[in-house]
DNA sequence: CCCATTTAGATTGCATACAATTAAATTTAT
DNA sequence: ATAAATTTAATTGTATGCAATCTAAATGGG
């Protein structure tokens, strides 16, 4: 790559990752909408599902979130009737959540997604479990370098 | 991957990709406060300073953005006196976004990042190129089935 | 025990993102 | 030519994201 094609767009591996992950999003949408979730709502309660009752701090350390986003969104949840927010007995300043029946239910509807957006996408299962190999190597090592500098 | 894990959060490659885009993003901030910029608001110099005197039509293409965000985006540029919008005479439904002579100065303090950017992260030319490609495809895959359902 | 430090959430302010709609200009079909 | 369809931006409303700050609670060293 010479010199002057450093600041091209085209070349550049973030703005990929970046552009990539809206276009997914918004291949999301139709099918998240039958379930009236949003993405962030959805990948939210992926995490609920694997583990119920978990402080908002473990939320945002999964989901790579913090409590800026996660408060107004969690709310929101809590309003839709799909979790609880309640203070940790043990530790008053974490907030634990929880999900409602309706909430554990709503999985149910939700089985299919994964599978038919792998599908639309038109990744074949090798290819999707060998990106999604090395994207995840590539998420610990950036996040690894925040507090570095 | 059996059945009860298809919903897992770490089995999902576009989680792996939206989570790496936001440290990314959370990366570069440090060294585009520098400049004064977003890095929405760089990604779209970007552009420019490969191609100048485009319409708002065109850079959302390149950014697969529409409207709804440039529109503000751009006004935002033009009141920190880097870029112009002007109808297109040609054919007044267009706009067409111009570099000022501060917009393409400045590309010159702009050249240092990507470099900076790629070493933060950890990531070998060679691994870089490889992901660059790969994602790039898929996300041409993932584009080219938004208007199919 | 007690004060300084740390930690967890919430809040505020700003900047995206994008669906949906609107308005104006252009193109197409008849 | 002209009405209908299409195209381009702008606007509106909703939902993130995140830095920075604030508050309350817990922790730890002296």
């Known amino acids: 790559m010479d010199t002057g094609s450093i600041l091209k767009l085209d070349n550049q591996l973030c703005f990929a990752i970046y552009a990539c992950a809206r276009e997914f999003t918004k291949l999301y949408h139709p099918l998240l909408k039958e379930l009236g979730l949003t993405y962030t ?80 996408a038109g990744v074949s299962p090798t290819e999707a479990a060998g990106l999604h190999a090395q994207m995840t190597e590539l998420l610990k090592k950036v996040q690894a370098q925040q507090q570095v500098t």
């Open 41 to 120: 709502q959805y990948i939210t309660l992926l995490v609920l599902w694997e583990e119920d009752r978990i402080t908002v701090k473990h939320l945002g350390t999964r989901l790579y979130l913090d409590s800026g986003t996660l408060t107004p969104l969690l709310k929101k949840l809590e309003a839709m009737g799909l979790v609880t927010r309640e203070r940790d007995r043990q530790d008053e300043r974490s907030v634990i959540i929880a999900l409602t029946e309706q909430g554990i239910l709503l999985k149910e509807k939700a089985l299919d997604i994964p599978e038919q957006l792998i599908c639309q």
